[in-house]
Structures are given as structure tokens and as C-alpha cells.
């Protein structure tokens, strides 16, 4: 008033002024400025990176102003904040997805349009961040999404690496990799927040004192001291104000380090130094549920966690709060037990930096805690060696042993000092070495423990933690996966998007459940029409798509059969591609079969190492180039392997999917997510019980799904009466002629080594059954044939997939994990009053 402004107009200026309003005309006045602003160009000299990093910026200022004022409210009165703690995060490309959760999308396509320039051109331009290998890093981004989308006040820690996911090209039918270099244009969607740094200790050696008091004590004395410095993302909700923030770490060399090597002449040491403490956050490992027990590894997680716990307890201590009552202010989630050596470091930090006892330290770290289990395989399964780990973390080994010692004292009484049951809790492992268990510190350390879908926490709970599970069954619960359909609908489907919201509203995009309002138009032949006309253009885009990149023309009017996911012998490629040598085999000997075509689409990366995999990439092409170009075929089949799958390419392959391979053994598969996403935008699932597909057919209806193979129980079975392959190759004559042809070199130019150590795991020590599966397999797929050539049929089970896909929504877990795990609400953020 003393300045004679008037209330209403300066909370005018602060929602929509001229730099953050949401209309045409201010998006393309934003777009101009920071074009000469920020970039320093003109219209006429400006490249499409240019316009790309232009929009961005304008649709960062907008995600700001909401960021702030969700600072803000966080701030006013006090909540608990989840603190979601992973090693990966598989965001995919901003541009596009902030769109719409600004709601602003048709707006800015408005905008560049009549600035001459076209949205679709700019999207296309952003290189995505790789943080991640797969599910596990991709369910981290969707459940960055919905916790913003629900209010829900959270953080999301993990490391900032230089280069992610390598970038997988295929040459001659191999996977190559090359360095995914995705920050070499800059990247418009990070704040660096040089002001927030910590300081990381490993290596070096104890030394123990009794200090004043006659407390015993550890002092760490380390080789090494690396910086963390934070770099912040905005994570806006979808039609909310709320943007959590997605704080990834950097490392580098503290400023004062090279100091001394610099006075003493020793340059090359110093220079040497900087290079390892920037190693830690340099590259991700690119190995998916295996484990590789490397040094650089352990210290990437430690290095990540410790700045995570170091920044929450600034946070809670900044609130006046006592170190005493951290787990108020934070609930902690470990993703898979990759960070769970948080349990220690949490540990360590009240011990040795705050002070406390024994006692209220455990008190605090075990009621902060909460771990996910994803996997059941158990080459996966997190060890360290212990020689190992002590040398890059000697205090928390000393840790380690002291909750262990706790521990067992504990348990030994309940468990009647049976020494089989003692040795499977024991945090630590012997043998010819000895290792630390983390899964066992991670079940130890929290106060729950849950799985990612309902058959998997089952079999958690009888077989790998079930020991565990007998002494803490309130613990576990099951918290069944989700996928976010603002990115695997919205963003990658809106003509699909489009026609259902015409018949239902769009209240189903936060409220997925609302899909089952589609039911009633299942049989409604006009619809049907719309949906099968949608699905027949994205087939149409992908297509496309396939011929630019692979040079393949596949007919859009055939069956796209998909298969996309990390290459893994446990995921089954090979029984897929068994199949389609199958059909091809039946036209050879039959050159006049009425069967129906398919296009089959493969993609995924396989780990570096693991030979295996990379066999199975080789395999799928070189059958693709046998079967695309013999001539009897008659173009009825064709394989394609489409190249460098990540989230990008995803969002082009899901939409144009008839049918979804999700063809596990039984029980290994822990959920899923891909299963999710393709069911949703209308792929009927051919798939085994496993993971989330028993719950998917649950759901979609048993009739709406092909079912095939044993069940997890049958496969434990006939392990542990000893599994034959020979004898299934025997007596299956299309199984006999396919294996003979891989064998023999059939489809590598006679070559009959190539894929010799292929054979020999498929006929001699396969863990994976395949053959076991093979006749089931073939003749469900005979059933998918029938089910495909009544077009009516199919557009109705298609049509009921998507309508009864709404519990699979990331909304719904995250609500769960809220409720049950959590115990946080929603704070709503607004704009105004801020
Ligand atoms: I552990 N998963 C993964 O992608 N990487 C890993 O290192 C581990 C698990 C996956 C599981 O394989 C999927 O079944 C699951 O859907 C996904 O994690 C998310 O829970």
C-alpha cells in the first residue's frame, strides 16, 4: 500500500507476468527472448538445437515458479518428507512430458508453429538421460511422477553420472556400445547448486582411542576425501503445482586436496587425484541384475548415499528439529539394496558425527528405513567381499559387525540356536571368503520390507528372506508395481489418448481406475473401428520408424508381435525367436500356409559382458536375415531388431503392439513394467504366470490373455527332480529341426560355431527351461493366430486390455506406499499467497 500497489495486481505479476505465463502469445514471446538471451542468436541463424534449449529454458521458468512455491509450502509447516534413495533413474526426455503436466502442450504447439518452427522437431531434438539399465531405474522415474502428481512432498537422490546407458548400435548382427555422452549440449533441465557439497570419506584405516569421557572410540582416518555437489531437477506433477526435486550428486575434488602435492612439486599426483574423485560419478555400470563386486561400484554407492543422509539431516536439523528425531522428518526408501549401505553410513553419521549412543542411534536408523526387493535371481543378489569392503569403508565394517553381533544375540534365542538358521541371517557370509549380505543388512536396518508384485513377495517370503520373514512377518507387505500413464499413455499415445477421453473425459489420466468406463463401448463396432484405426496409424509410425533405421520394410496390416526389454536368458528372447524359426520351418515345408503375418520386433541391450545375451542379439538378427529375404516366404514374416532401446524408442514401440511377449520362466520376473505399459495401450499379453502378469490376466480376464507354461511351482519342481532338455529336443521334431539349424549354421552362412555355446546351455544346463515351455509356447501362439484373424474379436479383447489396466497405474502404488509404508499425506502447493 505504501507504495501505492495494489494486492490483487503484484499476486498478478508473481502467477502470470510476462516471463511465466501459460498463453500463445507469452509461450512465444518466452521462446524469443531466451532464443537472444540465452542463446545469443537470431531467427535466421539459429539451429534446431538452438530453438530446443530456447523452449526448454521457457518451460523450466514455469516449472520454477512452481518449485519455489512448493519449497515454500514445505517450509511453512512441518511434514515428513519421503526420501527415495536409487542408483538409477530412467527419466526419459523433459521437453514433452513437462508439457503436459503444465498443461500446456496444445498451447506451445500453437506457439512454435507460429513462429515457424515445429514442436514435434524441437522433442525430437532432446538426448534423453540414460540413468538407468531398465525397470528398476525406469519405476524410479515413474514414481518420481506420481508422488509429485499426488502432492506428496519427496526427494529423489542417485548420482549424476557423466555417461549413462551406453548407446547400443548393431553391426553385422553383434551389439556394439559406444559412450552415451548425453550431457555434451548441456542439459536446460538441471540447476547446479555449487553452494551444496559434501564431503565423502573412503579408504584408509581406524584408529581407536578412549576419548575424555571413557567412551571407546573409532576415528577414521581416510585415504581419500571426494566432494559431492548437487544437481537439482524439477519433477512437476501433472495438472498440480507441486515440483519435488530429483537431486542427483557429482563428484569432485574437494578445493583444498592438491594443495599439499602442488607445494611439494608433485604435480602428476595431484592431477591424478582430481581423475579419481571425478571417476566416481563418471559412468554407470551397465549390468542389469547381475552382479559385478567391483570397487568402483561399492564407492559409487557409498559416495551417493552419504551425501543423501548428509543433506537430509541438514534439512531436518535447519528445521530446529533433534538429530534424535530424524525418522519425523524423513522415511527413507532404498531401491533394491543397492543404497543399503545407507543402514551403516546412517549409522556412522549419529555415532561418530552426532554423538549419539548405541542405542538411540539404532533406535533412529531402524525406524527410518523402509527396502524393496526386486529380484529373486541370485546372481543378483548384492555381496561384497569383505577384504574388499573394508577397504574402502573400514568404519562401517566395524558398524556392520556390531549390528551383526547385536543381532544374532537377539535372534539365537528365537531361532533355538539352530546354526542352519543363524548362518542364513548372519549379516556376513563365510566360505572361502568372507562377504557382507546386503539384503540381510537391508532387512535388518528397516522397519519394512516389501516385494514388487504379488507372486513375487510370496515366493520372497518362501524362499530368498523367509528367514526373515519368520522373525519380523509384520515387516512385509506387497507393494505390486505401477507405471505412470501420463508418459506411457498421454505422452506416447495421444491419438489414443484422444479417442478415449472423447468417450470418458480425461479424469482417467490421474484417476486410471476411470478407464473401466470404456468397458461398455467393448462391443460397439463404431469404436471399435476408432481404436483399430489408431492402432493401424502407430503401427503405420513405427513402420516407418523401422525402415529409416533398419533398412526393413514390414507391413503395417500384419501382427506386431513385440519383445522389448533387457536381453537377459532368464527374460527368454530365445524361446521367441524358436518360434518365429518355427513358423518359418511350417512355410518351408508348406509354402501355401494360411498363416497370419507377423512382424516381429525385438529390442533391448545385453550387458557388455555377458556373452550369453549378446549370442541372442546375434541369433535374433541373423534369423531376421534369413527369414526377411527367402523368397517363400512371401514377406509373411519379418524380424526386426530395432536398435538402442530406451525410453525414447519405447514410447514409439508400445502404442503400435498387438501382442506383448512377456514369456519368463516362472518366478523370475519380479514384476514387470513393460508387461503394464503395452497392456494398457491395447496389446493382448501372451505371457507365463509370472511377475505382474498373474495379476495383469487377473484383472484383463483369463480370457483376454494367452496363457502358456509352467507355473512357478512346477519349475521348482522339476529343478529339484532334475530338469532333461535332451529329452524334450528328442521327441519334439519342430524343436529338434530349429535347434538342429541354429546348430548346424542353417542362418550363419554354415559357419557352425557361432552360436555353439548357445546350443550347448539350451540342450545341457539351461536354467531357464525353455525347452520345457517350447510346445506350450507354439501352441498358444497357434491359438494368438486363430484369436488375430476375427478382427472383431481382437479390437473387443484389445479395447477390454486397456479399460481394465487401472490398477496399474504408478498413482496406485505410490498410494499404497504411502498409506502403508510411508505414512505421509498429500500437501497441495499454491501459487498464490507465495
Ligand atoms: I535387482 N530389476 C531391474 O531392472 N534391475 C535390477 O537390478 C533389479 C531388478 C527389475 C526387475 O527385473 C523387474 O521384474 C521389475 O519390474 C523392476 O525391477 C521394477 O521393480
Known amino acids: 500500500e505504501d507504495r501505492g500497489l495494489d494486492q490483487n495486481e503484484v499476486q498478478n505479476v508473481l502467477v502470470e507476468d510476462a516471463r511465466t505465463g501459460l498463453t500463445v502469445e507469452t509461450l512465444k514471446k518466452a521462446i524469443q527472448n531466451n532464443l537472444f538471451y540465452v542463446q545469443g542468436k537470431y531467427p535466421e541463424i539459429a539451429t534446431r538445437n538452438d530453438y530446443y534449449m530456447a523452449l526448454a529454458y521457457a518451460v523450466r521458468d514455469r516449472i520454477l515458479q512452481r518449485w519455489v512455491a512448493s519449497v515454500k509450502q514445505y517450509l511453512q509447516e512441518k511434514h515428513r518428507i519421503v526420501s527415495y534413495l536409487s542408483a538409477e533413474y530412467l527419466l526419459g526426455p ?32 532432446e538426448v534423453e538421460p540414460g540413468l538407468g539399465n531398465g525397470g528398476l531405474g525406469r519405476l524410479a522415474a515413474c514414481y518420481m511422477d506420481s508422488l509429485a502428481t499426488l502432492e506428496v512432498p519427496a526427494i529423489g537422490y542417485g548420482i549424476r553420472y557423466q555417461f549413462g546407458i551406453f548407446e547400443q548400435d548393431i553391426r553385422d548382427g553383434w551389439q556394439v556400445e559406444d559412450t552415451d555422452n548425453w550431457l555434451r549440449r548441456g542439459n536446460p533441465w538441471e540447476i547446479a547448486r555449487r553452494e551444496l557439497s559434501y564431503d565423502v570419506k573412503l579408504g584408509g584405516y581406524l584408529q581407536h582411542y578412549t ?7 573409532s576415528k577414521w582416518i581416510p585415504e581419500l576425501t571426494v566432494k559431492g555437489v548437487a544437481y537439482d531437477t524439477p519433477i512437476l506433477g501433472y495438472k498440480v503445482n507441486t515440483t519435488n526435486t530429483l537431486r542427483l550428486w557429482k563428484s569432485e575434488a574437494p578445493r583444498s586436496f592438491d594443495f599439499q ?10 592431477v591424478n587425484q582430481k581423475i579419481v574423485c571425478e571417476n566416481l560419478s563418471k559412468v554407470l555400470y551397465p549390468n542389469d541384475e547381475t552382479l559385478n563386486g567391483k570397487k568402483l561400484r561399492l564407492q559409487q554407492q557409498y559416495f551417493f548415499v552419504s551425501c543423501s543422509l548428509q543433506d537430509m539431516i541438514g534439512i531436518h536439523l535447519r528445521q530446529g528439529e533433534k538429530i534424535e528425531d530424524f525418522q519425523s522428518t524423513f522415511s527413507v526408501q532404498l531401491n533394491d539394496t543397492h543404497p543399503a549401505v545407507a543402514i551403516a553410513e546412517m549409522m556412522r553419521l549419529l555415532l561418530d558425527e552426532h554423538d549419539l549412543d548405541w542405542s538411540t542411534a539404532w533406535r533412529v536408523t531402524s525406524r527410518t528405513f523402509a527396502y524393496t526387493n526386486h529380484t529373486l535371481l541370485p546372481e543378483a543378489l548384492e555381496k561384497w567381499d569383505l577384504e574388499l569392503f573394508q577397504s574402502v569403508l573400514p568404519r562401517h565394517l566395524e558398524i556392520i559387525y556390531e549390528i551383526n553381533r547385536r543381532f544374532l544375540d537377539e535372534v539365537t534365542v528365537r ?6 538358521k543363524i548362518r542364513s541371517l548372519s549379516l556376513i557370509g563365510e ?4 562377504y557382507i549380505k546386503m539384503a540381510n543388512l537391508a532387512c535388518v536396518g528397516s522397519y519394512a520390507i516389501n516385494g514388487v508384485a ?76 476408432q481404436w483399430m484405426d489408431v492402432k493401424l496409424e502407430m503401427k503405420k509410425n513405427l513402420a516407418r520408424k523401422i525402415k529409416n533405421r533398419t533398412g526393413i520394410d514390414v507391413n503395417p496390416e500384419s501382427m506386431f508381435d513385440i519383445q522389448v526389454k533387457r536381453i537377459h536368458e532368464y527374460k527368454r528372447q530365445h524361446l521367441n525367436i524358436l518360434h518365429v524359426i518355427t513358423l518359418y520351418n511350417r512355410i518351408k515345408q508348406n509354402p501355401e500356409i494360411d498363416i497370419v503375418p507377423r512382424t516381429f520386433v525385438f529390442a533391448g541391450k545385453a550387458a557388455p559382458g555377458y556373452k550369453l545375451a549378446k549370442l541372442m542379439i546375434k541369433l535374433i538378427n541373423s534369423v531376421g536375415d534369413i527369414v526377411n529375404n527367402d523368397p517363400d516366404v512371401k514377406d509373411r514374416l519379418k524380424v526386426v531388431f530395432y536398435p538402442n532401446y530406451n525410453v525414447t524408442n519405447a514410447q514409439k514401440i508400445y ?38 502378469n498373474v495379476e495383469i490376466r487377473e484383472c484383463v480376464g483369463e480370457e483376454n490373455f494367452f496363457l502358456f507354461g509352467l507355473t512357478a511351482e512346477e519349475v521348482a519342481r522339476i529343478k529339484s527332480e532334475g530338469y532333461n532338455p535332451y529329452g524334450y529336443y528328442q521327441n519334439n521334431a519342430e524343436l529338434k529341426l530349429a535347434m538342429d539349424q541354429i546348430s548346424s549354421g542353417y542362418f550363419s552362412h554354415l559357419d557352425d560355431t557361432v552360436f555353439k555355446d ?45 479399460a481394465r489396466m487401472g490398477k496399474f497405474s504408478s498413482d496406485r502404488s505410490i498410494q499404497e506406499y504411502c498409506e502403508d509404508i510411508w505414512k505421509v499425506k498429500s500437501v497441495p502447493v499454491s501459487l498464490n499467497g507465495n
Open 94 to 125: 523433459h521437453l514433452a512430458n513437462n508439457l503436459i503436466n503444465l498443461g500446456i502442450y496444445k498451447e506451445t504447439e500453437q506457439a512454435t508453429k507460429e513462429l515457424g518452427i515445429s514442436l514435434d522437431w524441437l522433442i525430437e531434438k
Open 211 to 217: 576419548d575424555r569421557d571413557g567412551k571407546f572410540r
Open 261 to 270: 602435492s602442488f607445494n611439494a612439486g608433485d604435480y602428476n599426483f595431484a
Open 415 to 420: 531361532v533355538y540356536g539352530d546354526p542352519e
Open 431 to 434: 566360505g572361502p571368503r568372507k
Open 454 to 529: 504379488a507372486l513375487h513377495t510370496e515366493l520372497l517370503k518362501k524362499t530368498v528372506l523367509k528367514d526373515f520373514y519368520a522373525l519380523y512377518p509384520e515387516k512385509f507387505s506387497n507393494k505390486t508395481n505401477g507405471v505412470t500413464p501420463r508418459r506411457w499413455m498421454v505422452l506416447s499415445n495421444p491419438k489414443l489418448t484422444e479417442l478415449i477421453s472423447s468417450k470418458i473425459g480425461d479424469g482417467w489420466i490421474k484417476h486410471l481406475e476411470e478407464l473401466s468406463g470404456l468397458e461398455k463401448f467393448a462391443d460397439d463396432p463404431d469404436f471399435q473401428k
Open 655 to 692: 502404442p503400435a503392439a498387438d501382442l506383448s511377449e512377456q514369456i519368463s520362466t516362472a518366478g523370475k520376473e519380479a514384476s514387470g513394467t513393460g508387461n503394464m505399459k503395452l497392456s494398457m495401450n491395447g496389446a493382448l499379453t501372451i505371457g507365463t504366470l509370472d511377475g505382474a
Open 758 to 802: 548357445l546350443v550347448k546351455s539350451l540342450l545341457y544346463d539351461d536354467q531357464f527351461l525353455l525347452f520345457a515351455d517350447y510346445q506350450s509356447y507354439i501352441e498358444c501362439q497357434d491359438k494368438v493366430d486363430v484369436a488375430y484373424r476375427d478382427k472383431v474379436k481382437w479390437a473387443k479383447m484389445s479395447i477390454l486390455n486397456t
